[in-house]
């Protein structure tokens, strides 16, 4: 962290910073320019400190941060990519993972069209959500427990692995029974003492972003699951609020190369939620791969129309296919594959 003083302060306002600084346990490096005084504050756990605590004090300009707040989710530390493993599929690395499902769980019928469809096409992970966390407490909540089974069940006669949301902790033991990737939703995102508990599960997490959370949000709730011991967490961008209201949710297609500069955690995209409309899926799929992300998670109904949850964002089988057929032209112009 940089404290800049102001070109007129003075030499006790200075002190006084200096002071301050070494209080908190950390070194005070002064350094005087010709028109202003910079103090560099040097120390293991700098992250610690508010900057708020020192703009207000007298004589101060600014104050900059210089290292991220978010060591273990940070590339700073950790140069190289992440690539979290499910048996044979990877998230992260070379290959483009595509992860595709329903919304909700609905029936075997249904699941079993789904899963067929998606995995011929090119999916490798099999979504679907059994705890579902709605806007509404009257609309379609999920099978439950009767939706992981149904959810594992289509996944193993078609080779997929599974995702599928966890939304209370309570779940996470069934959860971990049925399931290879816990998604977090953006409703949950900064639900702090659920996101330590998933850093005590031997199972990658998939972190999707909130609805108005920053990027720097986003990697410090990253950094929760972390630091309480589970390492293999997936960045989701899946659209932010914004003042626009032909989306449901404005997709931010720059977060994807910004949080792969950021953190060597592995970055995927939702467009489904991202546009909440069925024809702007396929366009928001292809620009995310082209910004490199490094999977999709996409929601695909067969019977769209009659859907339980998220209908009009759901895309056919016939849709998914076409797309897995544009990402196999665009992903070896950047270097990837499908
Ligand atoms: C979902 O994936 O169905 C879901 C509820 O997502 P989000 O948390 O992004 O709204
Ligand atoms: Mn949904």
Redesign the pocket.
Known sequence: MVIVMHGQATAEQVDRVVAAVTDHGFDAHRSTGASHTVIGVVGEAVARLDPREFTLMDGVHEVLRVSEPYKLAGRAFHPDDTVVSVGDVTVGGERITLMAGP??VESAEQMEAVAASVARSGATIL?G?AF??RTSPYSFQGLGPEGLTLLRAAADRHGLKVIS?VVDRGDLSLMCDHVDIL?V????MQNFRFLKDLGKVSRPVLL?RG?SATLEELLLAAEYIMDAGNSQVIL?E??IRTFETATRNTMDISAIPILKKRSHLPVVA?P??GTGLRDKVLPMARAAVAAGADGL?I?VHDDPEHAL??GPQSIFPEQFAELCGQLRVIAPAIGRRL
């Open positions: 919304c909700a979504r959500g579902k966390p949301e998604q939703g953006a409703r949950n999707k609805m989701c899946r659209g939702d489904s939620h998670l929601e949850s998220d």
